[in-house]
C-alpha cells in the first residue's frame, strides 16, 4: 500500500502540469478513455509489484519450510491475494485518481492515503472492553487475528472487500463526470 501510495503520484504527475493538463481536455478523449487508463494503469503496476512480491515470499515459504512439514502452494499465495490485496490495491488507486483530478495535483494524495492507512490499520475495543482487530468499515486492510495458526478470515472482511470493490467503481464513475465537468 506504501508503494502503490508513492508510485501513483508519478502516475498523475505529468499529467497535471498546468500545460498538459489544459492540452488534456482539448484532445477528443473521452473522460472514460483518460480516467480507465489511469486506473488500468496504476492498477497494472501496483499488480506486477505484487505478483513478485508474491512469488519471492511463496519461494522463501519453500526455501524455509521444507523440513518443517508444512504445505505451502502458490495457489493459496494467488486466492488470498486476490480475496485480500486486489479489492483494496482498486480502492487506493480510484481514490488516488480522484484525489488527483479533485486538487489537479496528486501530491496531496499521499499524505491522505497514509491516513487512510492509518485508519484501516486502527484497532479498537469491542463490547467487553477488549482491545483487537476487528474490520473496519472501507478499511484497505484485512487484519487476521491474532492466533499464530488461526488463518480464518476475520469477521467482516469478505463484506468489507466487496464493499470496496462497489465504493471504487462508484469513485471512478465520480471522477469520470469530474473529468467531464472540468473539460467543459
Avoid at 512469488?55 to 519450510?65: G, Q
Avoid at 502452494?73 to 488516488?96: A, E
Amino acid at each position: 500500500m506504501l508503494f502503490a501510495t508513492i508510485m501513483l503520484a508519478v502516475l498523475f504527475l505529468q499529467d497535471t502540469k498546468k500545460h498538459t493538463y489544459e492540452l488534456l481536455h482539448t484532445k477528443p478523449m473521452s473522460a472514460g478513455k483518460y480516467v480507465l487508463g489511469k486506473v488500468s494503469a496504476g492498477f497494472t503496476v501496483c499488480l506486477i509489484a505484487l505478483a513478485i512480491l508474491n512469488i519471492v515470499f511463496w519461494a522463501l515459504c519453500l526455501i524455509y519450510t521444507k523440513d518443517s512439514g508444512f504445505e505451502v502452494r502458490l495457489w493459496d499465495f494467488v486466492v488470498s491475494t486476490v480475496l485480500y490485496i486486489l479489492p483494496n490495491m482498486l480502492m487506493i488507486v480510484s481514490v488516488y485518481t480522484l484525489i488527483s483530478l479533485i486538487f489537479k495535483n496528486p501530491l496531496p494524495g499521499v499524505p491522505l492515503l497514509i491516513l487512510y492507512m492509518v485508519y484501516s490499520n486502527m484497532g479498537g475495543r469491542n463490547a467487553e472492553g477488549v482491545y483487537g482487530y476487528w474490520g473496519r468499515p472501507f478499511a484497505i486492510m484485512v487484519r487476521f487475528p491474532g492466533q499464530f495458526f488461526d488463518t480464518a478470515p476475520p469477521p467482516m472482511a469478505l463484506l468489507n472487500q466487496s464493499f470496496l470493490i462497489l465504493a471504487s467503481v462508484a469513485i471512478i464513475l465520480i471522477t469520470m463526470q469530474i473529468w467531464k465537468r472540468r473539460r467543459m
